[in-house]
């Protein structure tokens, strides 16, 4: 053995042993591994590195630095459950009205759901938009009206066909169940501002919870403290307080729960596992004022309530999204690192989400009206209070629809080949479109991005090198992007 | 695309120290890694100390320790010692009874009793069975988006609770998961399916999905049994040759050749159990005729052609609504040898009838086929072994024994006996399983026929309450409340006692009939497997036979071996004896159940990237030992609960820390917080709520047991909801609502080690939630009643029910001070609360 390795710990043997070789993995290359890996352990002060929290799971919240300098600090990301068509949205496909009712030139046979019907044309009049001129269709007036701001990213395709593996893959980087969430990948990384709230938040719909469930918010393999808390203005988080017990019982027991642990803790000094969870009690107690504050919308002006239209009456649904969307922008503003928002729950014939199949047209009316002048609405005022300079704003779908209609139906099927979804924001460039799909919008043709590129790019926009956020997992190293994976640039600011 | 490391990484690693020998080790001799070598035969080695070692495994310990310079702790108080063994062993806490017996007791061997006792118990499969479940990511449910029900899993579950109480042997433990069927252990093969599913229906209906399904889905097999048995994550050569460990895609194909012929589904049980079962079975249904035929004499008579809206429903005479799981039609006797059963509406689709019975005044179904019985129809829609028309007198029940007409909303069957009957009841539905509710007759007729060929009704709809949609409560048969009230008191007392034995049979016979099949997989025809370049379906390579990885042996079977055989030899080679790697890696699993860490701390990686033993000479005398006592578990958790190092106090040292802040070495026992299924119980045993039910279905521990619309936690549990977390109906990726925060699996992919997090939501949750103030009534309840009104006695039994010991004067104070003016629930809140309560001291 090194002379120098006769000097080391316990642990430092055991590291030698078995990560010198890990360090060799084309993603953990040279002193860079040895510093993380050592870091990992204790072994030397903390690194800026990801992996330190598992040495402090005590305190999994707090702020660590990321790899490199970010352009974003906060993340929201709308997520539309059930697969939006890009052809009667953001991908403007001419040549589908003179192919209107037409068989597909080699088109498949059978897709997702059965046979294929004839091509058919936008069931939206697309128009040029702002000073670029982008073509976008009336289902989305308002959001339509934001396009000078956002970025475009036409051409990504997915590994399945499927809801559940693809919202899997969107997610979390794979299709299969039980990896993490990106959102829990990212408190992993970085932990939050904001020691008083969850690093990740998930606003469930309205409606209900989005077609792949808690699969979307999971922690997976990693620590259970990085899963999304659920959240939204219906329901509140839970277990906030304790029904039924007044105030001076909730008082007294937490008074004597303290001497109880503090008399534990002197006849038991140096434990910091009992320390955190002393710890995490007040962190609780500091929850229980924090999470009610912030969902009471009541202090929002009039104003801010009629343009997200929160004040919509005639529309609860809307009102109720619309809400959610207020509450993520006051979720960043005080420090939230992560937050999901929903569009859409669970698999219900594309009656409740944009799984639009069979009367994709109608159901699209009405999922539009839910979507649009909200998710509009936050961009704005965030860009207004200044919050999209530190904010990056997504917007996703787990795949794409078809060209044709399914025969005998009015609507269109799964097509994981070639589908837009948009970033905005901190660190974006502004008004671009990148990559093509074919001219029919079958699939992606140029600058083909399977999803792990863009959870790379937004990984990067945090200041994390997508290959280097890694967590070790029955003996594999794994990743957001698994072995995959190229940042966008194209699309960066 | 083969990956082995390329050559700039080399160049780079060369430059990194301590790495070279490794390198040259993994790149020119694969077969060398340390875990996969013979076990090492080396003596126990003698430290210095005289006298500390109690059981061989403390000479190591202990030898390594003086090696480090660190003295091992003292020991551990006798009470710390209990509820360690007892949470180890069990997951629960002792009683007050056993801490203050264990604590007077004088005996030599007090700790080798309370050890034996522990290990008799069946407790003690309930815990250990929970560790193997995690590993091998069990749950209630398929999966992905859909997440639908997987009502027959539980029997794996069962199985595995029981082998650990049996002390089953490790080679058969292995042999029955991997072909359980071949060796009387049928429910054992759970073990083959129990990752998540796309099932039929959920697999896109093009070619290139299926195959993708497929291959998914065998894919979780081969890690599944890859990552359990052998700690290596073979998963990884799915799509390129394995970058550390010496396992080619080729190595990977051949793996999942052993299982080509397996499918993600129901099995019906053959084991002796379920045959005695199928026995009892026979005997509740006949014995269930007979008790319904008997009360069915109190139904009211049909009356045919009632006008609509006349339909008496208070009196006597008034007929229970239409239900789709059972009807039943009396009228006068008549003698015939034909009846005609016609729908002419439905609820929805082509009528579907499940079986049509025809009861004579002896109470025998003269209807079936197995009696001489015709049978003709209208017309029927047929799918093969579910829907034909045979099925409608066959006996059996169920949509998969059911009768579809052609027509939508209508159609007729009849029936002609043999020779004339005397008949006065007819019964029918559209699924006697309950599944179904759909395709139901809400308006038909039923007539007999005449000898000069006409038809004669005796009973229609049109007397009865319209269909109210499904009600699980009472959708079987039922007497109408009225019939009941008019009898006699004697009268009604006897009937009653029918209906209660009728209600008894029932759920017995669900009971049983649910564990006829276990979700244990479908052995059929294997498919062809192929290499797959990049793992893509679409790639296929040359075929591949069933082959172990060439670097671990060299069983291999011609790529046309049967099913059964494939398994077989699999398990075969996986069970030969002295196997090193799969000892290692069981013991290794064992000794982290006891110290929250094993000698490797990688416990299902002992490829190359996992990490060495902390004690590799232990970790070889351990699998030795393993072997030479026949794969015994008990005899290792013997060797190790009343080993010296065990037995220490778990005290922090500030200078044994600074050498080993970890304790890897074991300088003091690492205490640890309770795993989330260990709190709950607690909580229930110490508020003596626990309800000790072993086996069987699930309790919810959601408003619904799989789906895909969110689901909303039951708040207040009673009755089954207060049996150890191990019988909840797990469903995947779907936190318990108080306690999945405290890092319990969501059974997604394998966790072979819980992390151990801390968080605000956890206190929350284990502070607010309902699950514990309703346990802190129940606790101070108990209290109460066994302590009497006395403050001071109240304080004394709540710490003694909770914490093993009683409260010390400064801790009385500050409890009595608290509950001044307040309930004692307030001090039950907080001692439930309290670390001292949530840890392994």
């Known amino acids: ?493 | 695309m083969p990956c082995f490391i390329p050559v700039w990484i080399r160049h780079l690693a060369l430059a990194f120290w301590g790495a070279v020998p490794l390198l040259a080790e993994a790149t020119n001799n694969p077969g060398t890694h340390w875990a996969f070598q013979p076990l090492s035969q080396a003596e126990p080695p003698q430290p210095k100390a005289v006298g500390w070692a109690r059981t061989v495994p403390d000479l190591w310990i202990l030898d390594a320790l003086e090696r480090a310079g660190i003295e091992p702790s003292p020991e551990a108080d006798r009470i710390a010692w209990l509820r360690r063994v007892h949470f180890d062993l069990t997951g629960l806490p002792p009683t007050p009874e056993e801490a203050l017996a264990f604590q007077r007791d004088p005996r030599p061997d007090a700790t080798e009793r309370v050890v034996e006792s522990l290990l008799q118990s069946p407790a003690y499969g309930e815990r250990w069975g929970q560790q193997w479940l995690d590993v091998v990511r069990y749950a209630d449910t398929h999966g992905f988006e859909v997440n639908t029900e997987r009502p027959n899993a539980w029997p794996y579950r069962d199985y595995v609770i029981r082998a650990f109480n049996a002390d089953t042997p490790y080679p058969d433990f292995i042999r029955q998961q991997l072909a359980g069927d071949q060796h009387g252990r049928d429910a054992a093969t759970g073990f083959l399916v129990t990752a998540s599913v796309l099932l039929p229906g959920q697999i896109g209906a093009d070619d290139i999905s299926k195959r993708l399904a497929r291959q998914d889905a065998l894919d979780e097999i081969v890690v599944n049994t890859a990552q359990s048995f052998l700690g290596l994550s073979i998963g990884c050569a799915r799509c390129h040759d394995h970058k550390f460990d010496p396992i080619s895609s080729r190595d990977y194909f051949g793996m999942q050749a052993f299982f080509a012929g397996v499918e993600y589904g129901d099995r019906e049980l053959t084991d002796l159990e379920t045959q005695t079962r199928r026995e009892d079975i026979r005997r509740w249904k006949e014995r269930k005729a007979a008790v319904v035929a008997t009360l069915s004499r109190l139904e009211p008579l049909a009356r045919p052609g009632t006008p609509t809206g006349n339909s008496p429903s208070g009196s006597t005479a008034a007929r229970v609504a239409l239900k789709a799981r059972m009807n039943s039609d009396r009228f006068a006797a008549v003698t015939t040898r034909r009846i005609r059963f016609t729908v002419l509406e439905t609820n929805s689709l082509e009528p579907c009838i499940d079986e049509l019975e025809v009861w004579d005044l002896e109470s025998r179904n003269v209807a079936l086929a197995s009696l001489g019985t015709q049978v003709r129809s209208s017309g029927d829609t047929t799918v093969e072994n579910r829907h034909e028309l045979r099925f409608i007198h066959d006996g059996q029940y169920g949509n998969s024994h059911s009768w579809m007409s052609h027509e939508k909303g209508r159609g007729w069957v009849v029936l002609e006996f043999p020779e004339p009957r005397r008949i006065d009841r007819v019964s029918w539905a559209r699924d006697r399983e309950g599944v179904f509710s759909d395709r139901l007759a809400t308006a038909y007729r039923i007539e007999v026929g005449t000898d000069s060929g006409d038809w004669i009704t005796v009973a229609d709809a049109s007397d009865r309450k319209p269909f109210e949609g499904r009600n699980p409560t009472a959708d079987e048969w039922e007497l109408p409340a009225a019939a009941l009230a008019e009898l006699d008191p004697r009268s009604r007392q006897q009937t009653q006692t029918l209906l209660d034995e009728r209600l008894r049979l029932e759920r017995a016979i669900a009971g049983a009939v649910a564990s006829q099949h276990a979700f244990a997989g479908i052995f059929r025809k294997p498919d062809r497997i192929h290499l797959l370049r990049r793992g893509d379906p679409e790639q296929p390579g040359p075929e591949v036979s069933p082959a172990v990885p060439e670097v671990l042996g060299t069983v291999r079977l011609p790529a046309d071996a049967p099913e059964p055989q494939r398994r077989h030899a699999l398990a075969n080679w996986l069970t030969q004896p002295n196997a090193p790697l799969i000892a290692r890696v069981m013991v290794n699993r064992i000794w982290q159940g006891h110290f929250g860490t094993g000698l490797v701390d990688t416990p299902s990686d002992f490829g190359r990237t996992g990490s060495r033993p902390s004690h590799s000479g232990l970790l070889d005398w351990l699998a030795r030992e393993f072997i030479a006592n026949g794969g015994s578990a008990k005899h290792l958790h013997r060797l190790i609960v009343l080993s010296s190092t065990y037995r220490q106090s778990s005290g922090h040292r500030k200078e044994a820390a600074a050498l080993d802040a970890d304790a890897r070495l074991l300088w003091r026992y690492p205490a640890r917080r309770l795993d989330s299924e260990p709190i709950r119980d607690a909580m229930l045993t110490v508020s003596g709520e626990l309800n000790r039910q072993r086996g069987g279905r699930g309790f919810d521990l959601f408003d619904q047991r799989g789906g895909l619309s969110g689901f909303k936690p039951v708040e207040s549990f009673s009755a089954e909801g207060l049996r150890r977390m191990i019988y909840a109906h797990k469903v995947r990726r779907e936190p318990e609502a108080v306690f999945g925060a405290f890092d319990c699996p969501d059974a997604g992919q394998s966790t072979s080690r819980r992390r151990e997090s801390t968080t605000p939501i956890q206190a929350l949750n284990l502070w607010n939630s309902r699950f514990t103030l309703e346990r802190s009534s129940a606790l101070a309840r108990r209290v109460r009643r066994e302590a009497g009104s006395l403050p001071q006695n109240q304080v004394q039994r709540a710490f003694l029910l909770t914490l093993s010991r009683h409260a010390t004067t400064a801790e009385e104070q500050e409890a009595l001070e608290a509950l001044r003016g307040q309930d004692l629930e307030v001090l039950c809140r907080a001692l439930l609360n309290s670390n001292e309560f949530l840890f392994i001291p």
């Not at chain 1, 080391?8 to 990560?19: K, T, V, Y």
């Not at chain 1, 991908?91 to 009205?97: A, I």
């Not at chain 1, 719909?205 to 469930?213: C, E, L």
């Not at chain 1, 083909?448 to 280097?468: K, Q, S, V």
């Open chain 1, 1 to 493: 053995m090194n002379p120098r390795a006769e000097s080391l710990s316990f642990q430092g043997h055991g590291l030698l042993d078995r990560r010198g070789f890990l360090s060799r993995s084309a993603t953990a290359l040279g002193s860079v591994a040895l510093t993380h890996l050592l870091g990992r352990e204790g072994l030397l002060a903390a690194q800026p590195d990801a992996s330190a929290v598992l040495a402090d799971l005590a305190h999994p919240n707090r702020p660590r630095p990321p790899h490199f300098s970010p352009k974003a600090q906060n993340v929201i990301v709308i997520f539309c459950a059930g697969a939006v068509s890009q052809l009667e949205t953001w991908d403007y496909k001419p040549e589908l009205h003179r192919w209107h009712d037409k068989p597909m030139p080699g088109g498949p046979a059978v897709t997702f759901q059965g046979p294929a019907g004839n091509l058919a044309r936008p069931q939206y009049a697309f128009r040029p938009r702002g000073q670029t001129g982008k073509m976008v269709s009336d289902l989305i007036p308002h959001l339509a009206e934001l396009t000078d701001d956002i970025a475009f990213v036409h051409s990504l395709t997915s590994k399945s066909n499927t809801h559940g593996p693809a919202e899997n893959f969107l997610s979390t980087g794979f299709a299969l169940d039980g990896f993490p969430s990106v959102g829990s990948w990212i408190g992993y990384a970085l932990g939050t501002d904001n020691q008083d709230l969850p690093a990740f938040v998930s606003l469930l719909d309205p409606r209900g919870v989005p077609q792949n469930g808690s699969n979307n918010w999971g922690s997976g393999f990693l620590p259970a403290t990085f899963q999304g808390t659920t959240w939204s203005a219906q329901n509140p988080v839970r277990h906030l307080s304790a029904p039924g017990i007044t105030r001076e019982a909730d008082q007294a027991a937490r008074r004597l729960l303290g001497q109880l642990n503090q008399r534990h803790l002197e006849a038991h000094p140096g434990d910091e596992k009992l320390a955190a969870r002393i710890a995490s009690y007040e962190l609780a107690a500091r929850m229980q004022l924090s999470v009610p504050e912030i969902s009471d919308l009541s202090t929002e002006p009039a104003y801010i309530l009629r343009a997200y239209g929160a004040d919509d009456t005639g529309h609860p649904i809307k009102a109720g999204f619309a809400r959610n969307c207020i509450l993520a922008r006051r979720l960043v503003e005080r420090g939230v690192r992560f937050v999901q928002l929903f569009n859409g729950a669970y698999a219900s014939g594309g009656e409740l989400n944009w799984d639009g199949h069979n009367k994709l047209k109608e159901q699209y009316d009405r999922h539009a009206s839910i979507l649009d002048q909200p998710a509009a609405a936050l961009i704005r005022d965030l860009r207004q209070r200044g919050l999209l300079e530190n904010t990056l704003v997504v917007w996703c779908t787990e795949f794409g629809r078809m060209p044709f209609f399914q025969k005998g139906a009015q609507g269109r099927d799964h097509n994981p080949d070639g589908f837009t979804c948009w970033m905005t924001g901190a660190g974006i460039r502004k008004g671009v479109s990148h990559g093509v799909t074919d001219e029919l919008g079958r699939a992606a043709v140029k600058d083909i991005h399977p999803l792990y590129d863009f959870n790379a790019t937004l990984l990067h926009l945090l200041g994390l090198d997508h290959e280097r956020l890694t967590f070790e997992h029955n003996g594999v190293q794994r990743r957001l992007t698994n072995v995959e994976g190229h940042v966008i640039r194209e699309i960066l600011a």
